[in-house]
């Protein structure tokens, strides 16, 4: 573990110790109730304390869909960047960077100095991030090329930068990844060269052995298992088949074909990220647990291990030195142990063997028994689809547009580009999904003005998606927004956006898993709103976040949020939620932008320390000028 920012708050709201911080915040917000002829608003505050672990993990990071485009470009970047490479262009000399991540690449505010001017940091200063640098990284993927090979095929990495990487990506292989014909495009299948054989079932165990042997050859703490391979067509929820954690894992063992690989691959990253975990808070023996589990390759001896370190708060997945034969307990004697006090070491061993899955395509990778699954596990999942150009895009304008009282008629988004995920949305089935995605982010914001729009009323919107295998990766996407403003006229805004799709959605990824996993290591616990220094209190009284991480969605097209709560689009708002998240658990109170130390003269004396300078009149400045 690594303690990796400096920042201080002083206030008697903030206590630090070795392995946490914590703070005291009072998040406000009101309850709005209409009556008849009147609109009824009450001011509502809810005191919380938030406990953020400082200890940075061991990290790891398994991308599905590793050998393609997003997933070499992702290896050589973080490669690149750990090496400090840098390579000759027609252009000159270039060097590594992170420029699209808000992690490495963005500031924020965090206050203003003596001099009344805003001050900022990068956001990963905030709270104890992990470093790009120390990210270990593996994967699956359908292809058997190796890294550098995949990297080559992509066109994506410049020649010199691909020559310097070589031999480190040409050592690295993914592993076979589940194929099924049924949910991708059938143009993919002179690629599927390296799959897992066998019934959903077995897959579902193999992708489990992969995770587990990642994490113990690697010694980690936490994983996140990311999907970046090609979109899959929608599923279809059937029930009791992918609307229970039950019925999910009753149709996995009957091989049910509407389960798709995506969610295979979920399931098992949500069972290792929380099996020993689910039977140690359910009071199973050690021997219990090896029965159950005896066909996921873990021992009596492995469960045993487990278990006595899990109650000696022994949460590191280091091998330690051994001194003698280790020291063997009876089932009854380590219940006896265990029973002693379960909850002081939930929360802690639920962080530190994490392994959350994110979903970076717009299928429905994560149906409600994946959801049901993980909240039983104590382990987290996020989704859909990573946003990066025109979709990022469109949440800024609509949101611009419907915010200055004008109103978007007709939204027409048209793309064509030339990567293996144009190849793959050039079928049918598969655009679907990514037709869906891209559509609906713009629903939030019209529904949040009714001045505008009626009931159900919404803009007409259409996204087209080409495959022209020229452009390559350089994606070109053509956007057109009409609005209707005064007096029914109307204003029309054409935007022409070219980038190089992979070089903008690999800084998502990598916010997604640094984010994510920082997002792991926070929780909540009820306070009193007249508290001023944090109680630590008991382990029991404490709670993550959902394990949805909907905090994600400024990164990710159609945000999955938990069950019965809103879908926020807008981008703006969703920056904001990650910024505020971040500052209250530093009891920092949310940026409002008012300025108000800028704006009424008693602040602005108060704020700077001396008066502000006498406003001038326009006739003094035409004198100071030298004007007559």
Known sequence: MEFNTNLLVQSPKVKYTDNYIYSNFVYEDALVVKNEDQIVVKPNSTALTIRTDRRVPKFGVMLIGWGGNNGSTFTAAVLANRHQLSWNTKNGKLNSNWYGSITQASTVRLGIDKSGNDHYLPLSSLLPMVHPD????????????????????????????????????????????????????????????????????????????????????????SII??????????????????????????????????????????????????????????????????????????????????????????????????????????????????DQDRCQTLTEF????????????????????????????????AGDDFKSGQTKLKSVLVDFLVSAGLKPVSIVSYNHLGNNDGKNLSAPKQFRSKEITKSNVVDDVVESNPLLYAPGEKPDHVVVIKYVPYVGDSKRAMDEYTSEILMHGTNTIVVHNTCEDSLLAVPLMLDLVILGELLTRISFKPAALEEQVPVEGKEEDWCSMHAVLSPLAYLLKAPLVPPRTPVVNALFKQRACIENILRACLSLPPNNHMQLEHKVPFLMTSAVGEAPPAKRTRHQHSQANGDH
């Open 350 to 381: 639920g962080k530190t063997l994490q392994c959350t899955y994110i979903n970076g395509s717009p299928q429905n990778t994560i149906v409600p028994g994946v959801v049901e699954r993980a909240e039983k596990h104590g382990v987290f999942v």
């Open 134 to 221: 120390d990210i270990v990284i593996d994967g699956w993927d359908i292809s058997s090329l190796n890294l550098y090979d995949s990297m080559v095929r992509a066109k994506v990495i410049e020649y010199e930068l691909q020559q310097k990487l070589k031999k480190e990506m040409s050592a690295m292989k993914p592993r076979p990844a589940i194929y099924d014909p049924d949910f991708i495009a059938a143009n993919q299948s002179d690629r599927a060269t390296n799959l897992i054989r066998g019934t959903r079932y077995e897959q579902y165990l193999q992708v489990r052995a992969d995770i587990r042997d990642f994490r113990e050859r690697n010694k980690l703490d």
């Open 225 to 338: 298992v990311l999907w970046t391979a090609n979109t899959e067509r929608f599923c279809e929820i059937r029930p009791g088949v992918h609307d229970t954690s039950a019925g999910l894992e009753k149709a996995l063992r009957d091989n049910e074909p509407e389960i798709s690989p995506s969610t295979i691959f979920a399931l098992a990253s949500v069972d290792e990220g929380g099996i020993l975990l689910h039977y140690f808070t359910q009071k199973k023996s050690a021997a219990e647990a090896h029965r159950i589990l005896a066909d996921n390759a873990l021992s009596d001896t492995t469960c045993k291990d487990w278990f006595r370190r899990f109650k000696n708060n022994d949460f590191q997945l280091e091998d330690k030195e051994c001194f003698g034969a280790p020291k063997k307990f009876e089932d009854e004697k380590l219940e006896e142990l265990l």
